[in-house]
C-alpha cells in the first residue's frame, strides 16, 4: 500500500529511540526529557476526585471551563492584556497539539516558519506534516546566543513565521532581553507571526524571571503563546498544553483544535485546575529541588570529562565529549550516544538530532535531569567509571 510522500520527509524521533534503547540496556534514563518523580499529591487526588466525580465526558472543545477561567487570570497577568477564557484560551493535548494548531490554524503549504537550532525534535516534522517549510536558523556552541544577521539572513518573501522556544531545550538557554528584542525587531518588520514554546516557563535559575514575548507591546496581537503542564507538574504522560492567541487569530485556533482532538482528556483538565492553585512555596521547593539536580548533573559532567555550559532553565545540558581522554571521544555523536547507553548504562541523546542543518552538534550529547537524586548519583557513578573500562 502508499504511504504519504511527507512520511518520507522525516525519520523516527531520536529522543524515544534512545528512550527504547535505554529500556533495552537497563541504562538509566537521562535522554528523553521526562521527570522519575510523581506530580503533587494534590494534584493527583483532583484527578482520581475528577473521575469518580463524573467529569469523564468530553468537555467544552476550548477547554474546561474552569481551567480556561484560571488560564485566563494567570495569562491576563503575565500578558499585560485582558484574555477572555471563552475566546483566546484553548487547551490543548500538549504542546504538541499547541505547536501544530498554531502553524495549521496560520500557514499555508509553501509558506515558511523559521526555527531556531538546536530545537525540540517534534518542530521540523510538524511544520512539515502540514507543508509548511522550516527554515533552521543554527546557534553556535558552546554559548548558544541568538544572533541577528543570521536571523534575518533566514528571511524571504515566503517566511511567515517564527517560532522561539524559551527557556530552552536543549540547551538550557534563556533568551534575554537584547536577544528577544532582536527578535521583535524582525518580526515586526517582516509583519510575521511569532509562535513561542513555553513549556519550561516555571523552571528558571539563579533567580532568573520569565518574560513572556507575548507581553511586549509589540508582539502582542501577533504572538501564539503556547505553554504546558507536562514539566512544570512532573505529569509530560498526562498532556496537557494550552494556547493563547490574540483576537485576530483565536477563531482560526479554535476551529482547528475541534477537529484535531475534539478535547483534551476532561478529568485531567480538571485536575490541572488543582495544579495552578498550588501555592507559591510549591515552585520555590521546586526551584530548590532543580538547582540541586542542576548541580548535581554538572559536577557529574564535569567530573566525567564532559565541556557542559550552566543550564539557565529547562531541565537539560548539551554535553560537549570530543575533550575527553577516550578513543569514543572521536567519534560521532549517534554512535558516542549508543555507546554510552549500551556500555556505560547512562543514555542520552546524540546533538545532532537537535540539528537539521549539517556538521553541527556532532560532538555533543544533550543529558536531561529531571531525576530523583539518587537516579543522578547512580548515573554519575556509571559516568566516573567511563574512564576505567
Ligand atoms: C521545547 C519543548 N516543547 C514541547 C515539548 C513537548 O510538550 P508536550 O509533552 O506538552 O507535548 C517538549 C518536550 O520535551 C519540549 O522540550
Redesign the pocket.
Known amino acids: 500500500m502508499q504511504t504519504a510522500d511527507r512520511v518520507s520527509q522525516f525519520g523516527e524521533s531520536t529522543i524515544r529511540d534512545m528512550t527504547r534503547l535505554a529500556l533495552k540496556h537497563n541504562a538509566i534514563n537521562l535522554s528523553q526529557?521526562y521527570p522519575d518523580f510523581d506530580p503533587p499529591a494534590a494534584v493527583l487526588e483532583a484527578a482520581t476526585a475528577a473521575i469518580h466525580g463524573g467529569a469523564n465526558q468530553y468537555t467544552i472543545t476550548w477547554g474546561y471551563p474552569a481551567l480556561r477561567r484560571k488560564l485566563a487570570e494567570l495569562y491576563t497577568d503575565q500578558l499585560g492584556w485582558p484574555v477572555d477564557p471563552d475566546v483566546h484560551v484553548t487547551v490543548t493535548c500538549?504542546?504538541?497539539e499547541g505547536i501544530v494548531v498554531a502553524m495549521m490554524a496560520t500557514l499555508n503549504p509553501g509558506d515558511e516558519i523559521i526555527i531556531i537550532e538546536p530545537a525540540?525534535e517534534?518542530f521540523r516534522p510538524e511544520a512539515l506534516m502540514i507543508g509548511v517549510t522550516p527554515v533552521a536558523v543554527p546557534l553556535e556552541s558552546p554559548h548558544y546566543r541568538l544572533d541577528a544577521d543570521r536571523l534575518a539572513a533566514a528571511i524571504t518573501p515566503r517566511t511567515r513565521a517564527l517560532l522561539l522556544?524559551t527557556p530552552h531545550?536543549p540547551t538550557g538557554r534563556v533568551f534575554d532581553a537584547d536577544e528577544v528584542a532582536i527578535v521583535t525587531a524582525l518580526v515586526e518588520k517582516h509583519n510575521l507571526l511569532l509562535i513561542t514554546?513555553e513549556?519550561y516557563n516555571r523552571i528558571l535559575y539563579d533567580n532568573r524571571v520569565h518574560v513572556a514575548p507575548g507581553s511586549l507591546e509589540p508582539l502582542r496581537d501577533r504572538t501564539i503563546t503556547v505553554g504546558?503542564f507536562?514539566k512544570s507538574y512532573a505529569m509530560?504522560g498526562w498532556?496537557l498544553?494550552y494556547m493563547i492567541a490574540p483576537s485576530s487569530l483565536a477563531t482560526a485556533v479554535h476551529r482547528i483544535h475541534d477537529y484535531l482532538t475534539i478535547c483534551a482528556p476532561t478529568p485531567l483538565q480538571a485536575a490541572a485546575v488543582a495544579a495552578l492553585e498550588l501555592p507559591e512555596s510549591y515552585y520555590a521547593q521546586m526551584t530548590r529541588d532543580y538547582h540541586t539536580r542542576r548541580d548535581a548533573m554538572m559536577s557529574y559532567l564535569e567530573e566525567a570529562g564532559f565541556v557542559a555550559s550552566l543550564p539557565e532553565g529547562a531541565y537539560y545540558t548539551m554535553a560537549d565529549f570530543s575533550q575527553m581522554d577516550l578513543p569514543q571521544a572521536q567519534w560521532d555523536a549517534t554512535r558516542f550516544a549508543r555507546w554510552l547507553t549500551t556500555e556505560i548504562g547512562v543514555a542520552a541523546v546524540p546533538g545532532t538530532s537537535f540539528y537539521s542543518t549539517p556538521g553541527y552538534g556532532n560532538q555533543s550529547v544533550r543529558f536531561a535531569f529531571p531525576k530523583k537524586l539518587a537516579t543522578l548519583q547512580e548515573a554519575g557513578a556509571r559516568l566516573a567509571k567511563m574512564h576505567v573500562r
Request: glycine share 34%.
Open positions: 526529557g500538549g504542546v504538541t525540540h517534534n522556544n531545550n514554546d513549556i504546558g507536562g509530560t498532556r498544553g
